[in-house]
């Protein structure tokens, strides 16, 4: 049963809501002024509050601004109501970060469909971040244990046999401390990289000098990537001749991590004697690049699912990793408003599109 609390200064029009809610099976509480309102949404944390804007005391907008600076009550919806019809008064609640408005006098059926709307978001937002929390408390230990325990226990070996260790022994459990080493490094890597797409979404105008960059040799940084992917004898690389002109909006490491991440992730699921199929194309003026590998493959579900510390089947597959590399891909294709587009079938084929904005540097032999 959800949760409400009605913030009313109104002994009336108090006690007709609360009776409505009751009557629909909501749980109530209530309160005749902000500043009580606040201290009962502390300590009851309710579903959702409903809250009138002029009241004595601490009016609706002075609640909303201590409901969002105390972590305890910043995620609880609320729905403003007032008698006000003004567009201003409207547009100043929901900038302050009212969920919804209601004027009165309003239907008891206008009331009951805002509540809902608003509790099932909340409930939304809730499992996200549950299942967020489940996946953390999975993978992060796991990728940052695993490789700390084969780091620790090649040198507790070493220092304890040290004198009886031959050369190649040595060097074996040398390149297994390497190894591992390189594996944690990656990871943290990855942790950092998502962080910062992260910020870069939220903080887009400290992050407008990157929409200005150009690459002009983007061929170039996919064959240093390849070179360097550790796979490259699998991977097939068409590139098309109409491309060859072509500059890139976008930071070079940016796309240069694009790049890595797709033939990773093509290489991680896909069978072991199979291709990977990597494609530049020149689609109506954008720059395309296509990675296509057989193997694994996702349904449609599991692609719309695509987020950090999301590894689908793992536990049958007993896949390394922590689902950042898709992540990240799709949050610097978001900010960079370039199209990505994924195809897949399950136990089939994976084929990933990336169209980026581009431009032409030379035109029947002109520079432009």
């Known amino acids: 049963m959800s949760k409400i609390l009605v913030v009313e200064d109104s002994k009336a029009v108090l006690s007709n809501i609360v009776k409505i809610l009751n009557l629909n099976g909501y749980n ?45 009550t910043e995620q609880i919806p609320i729905i403003f109501l007032s008698a006000k019809v003004d567009r201003i008064e409207i547009r100043k609640g929901m900038v302050a970060g009212a969920d919804d408005y209601i004027t009165k006098p309003f239907r008891t059926s206008e009331l009951l469909d805002a509540i809902e709307t608003q509790i099932a978001k909340k409930t939304k937002l809730t499992s996200k971040l549950e299942e967020l929390y489940s996946n953390i408390s999975s993978y992060v230990p796991h990728e940052l244990r695993t490789p700390l325990v084969s780091i620790f226990g090649y040198t507790d070996m070493m220092l304890s046999d040290l004198d009886l260790l031959s050369k190649s022994e040595m060097k074996i459990m040398l ?61 097939n690389f068409k ?31 896909s069978t072991k004697d199979s291709e990977i199929l990597l494609e530049t194309k020149n689609v109506d003026g954008h720059f395309s690049v296509i990675v296509t ?66 431009r032409l540097t030379v035109t029947e032999g002109i520079a432009i």
């Open 175 to 235: 390149s297994g401390i390497r190894n591992t080493s390189d594996r944690l490094y990656k990871t943290l890597e990855k942790f950092l990289r998502y962080s910062e797409t992260e910020l870069m979404i939220k903080d887009q105008v400290n992050y407008t000098e990157l929409l200005d960059h150009y690459i002009s040799s983007p061929y170039w940084i996919i064959e240093e990537v390849l070179e360097k992917s550790g796979f490259r004898d699998r991977i």
């Open 28 to 72: 109530t509480l209530s309160a005749t002024n902000g500043r009580e309102g606040f201290e009962i949404a502390r300590a009851e944390s309710p579903d959702l509050i409903l809250s009138d804007i002029m009241m004595p005391e601490c009016d609706g907008y002075a609640l909303l601004n201590d409901l969002r600076k105390d972590p305890k």
């Open 239 to 269: 590139n098309d001749s109409q491309v060859a002109e072509f500059e890139i909006r976008m930071f070079a490491d940016h796309f240069k991590l694009i790049i890595e991440e797709l033939l990773v992730n093509a290489n991680k699921f």
């Open 293 to 358: 590998n057989f193997g694994r493959g996702m349904t449609s579900e599991e692609i719309e699912k695509i987020s950090p510390f999301v590894q689908h089947k793992r536990k049958t597959f007993e896949q390394d990793g922590n689902g950042l590399g898709l992540a990240i891909i799709k949050r610097l294709c978001e900010f960079y408003k370039t199209q990505i587009h994924i195809e897949s079938q399950p136990d089939s084929i994976t084929k990933i599109e990336i169209l980026f904005p581009s």
